[in-house]
């Protein structure tokens, strides 16, 4: 009896399972772009037929793992060093690499009318705490130093800045109310344009380096159809529709 | 083999959090693990699972609860706010509060294991020759229970020295009021200095050897085997 239960579930299996011309493809995706992905890894998969199975993590440690051998087509980077980098060392093919996304950098409260529309919050210095990720691994910390600096504030505000590991972290410090304020990445307090909750200015972005997410396809990738497909897809108009509409700009 | 001032810094915070969490932790777990020893109250499996509760949270997840109770919102924050003593997220005295909720099992399990194991004979004898309870605690059930206590602080004091993400939660990274030895080494893998990851990493792992065969040794002369 047992034995033709699982001789069944074999059968659907198989017969559910997505044709043999469909390929399947292993994307490593930084953290910070995890909702955005969602969408069009269900987007692209309908649209191709291809499977993406998305693996989150620190950029750092996604590379550490492509090095290691980890089975990734495609990287989806939280900069445009790591993947360069990737590249350079042959595990990577540098003809594909570009910028799939642009992260913008927000100064933001959870109380609304605490960050005013210039950022002037920050020169009267009447707050506890600033979060900010750690600039030295998260480009969004490094923007946030930088603006700081162009502010003439990085050294006055010393005192007053925690880091977080990274962005997501900075964004709880802030969200929990244990900082007043901080530098977050736009796409995790707006959506289509609005601001969620809170007060924030949005920093000009000439205030810092643009804070450039690049994709690159894998050595592992490269004869892989559904890995190509996914890159081609990111270039649509399609994917671009979606990548704005979670706070990102594109170049 | 020379480490970096920013090394030197951590370890010697590193160390301070440690000891004062184990003080804490020793006066704090020792009264728990005497009445959960001997209570029959319908009560003991809830606290013991409270106590437990550390050990099954992920670290990080842990520290985001703590962050939260830390917080203007949260009971820990609110109460300090009121004392007139400010949120107490990214200080030193956070971080013990963390350390000590993220060490309680540690403190408190080989506590009461010894006192369990000393049954209730000693106290019982201690009575018959006119010991008051807390007499015959302090000369007869503390004495006899060494061996657990010791076990407790030196697994108190290491949880601690590697103790990281809740710090990383908790912290914010400040140096000299809470980058320890385990976020300096986090930030030193991640930013690819693998040079200074490698000796800070050496140096802990040095340390805590030495610590655990310390341990064996102490306990020896305890008169008790580890367990």
Known sequence: MALVRIAALVLVAALTSTPSVAGEVHVAVAANFAAPMRSLVSEFERESGHRALVSLGATGQLAAQIRQGAPFGVLLAADATTPSKLASDGYALAATQRTYAVGRLVLWSRDAHYVDTQGDVLRRRDFRRLAIANPKLAPYGAAATQTLSALGLREKLRSKTVEGANINQAFQFVASGNAELGFVAMSQVMQEGRLQRGSAWIVPANLHEPIRQDVILLAKGQENPAAIALLRYLDSRAARDIIRRYGYELP | ?227
Do not use: C
């Open chain 2, 1 to 227: 083999m020379s480490l970096s001032a920013d090394s030197g810094q951590a370890i010697v915070l590193t160390l301070q959090l440690a000891a004062i969490t184990t003080l804490i932790l020793l006066l704090l777990a020792t009264p728990i693990a005497w009445w959960l020893a001997r209570t029959s109250s319908r009560w003991r499996g809830v606290i013991i699972a409270l106590i437990t509760l550390p050990l099954v949270l992920p670290p990080t997840v842990l520290g985001f609860y703590i962050l939260l109770s830390l917080g203007p919102d949260g009971w820990i924050g609110n109460l300090t706010q009121s004392l007139g003593i400010g949120l107490l997220s990214f200080s030193f005295t956070g971080l013990v509060i963390g350390s000590v909720i993220f060490s309680l099992p540690f403190a408190v399990y080989p506590i009461l294991y010894a006192f369990e194991m000393l049954g209730r004979r000693p106290l019982e004898v201690a009575a018959t020759l006119r010991a008051n309870p807390l007499d015959a605690f302090f000369s007869v059930a503390l004495p006899l229970a060494k061996p657990g206590l010791l076990t407790a602080a030196v697994l108190t004091f290491a949880h601690t020295v590697g103790e990281f993400g809740v710090v990383l939660m908790i912290g914010g990274d400040i140096p000299g009021e809470t980058r320890v030895v385990a976020t300096q080494l986090f930030g030193y893998v991640e930013a690819m200095e693998y040079e200074a990851a490698h000796r800070l990493a050496a140096l802990m792992v040095a340390f805590s050897f030495v610590m655990l065969i310390a341990l064996t040794r102490l306990r020896k002369r305890a008169g008790a085997a580890l367990p």
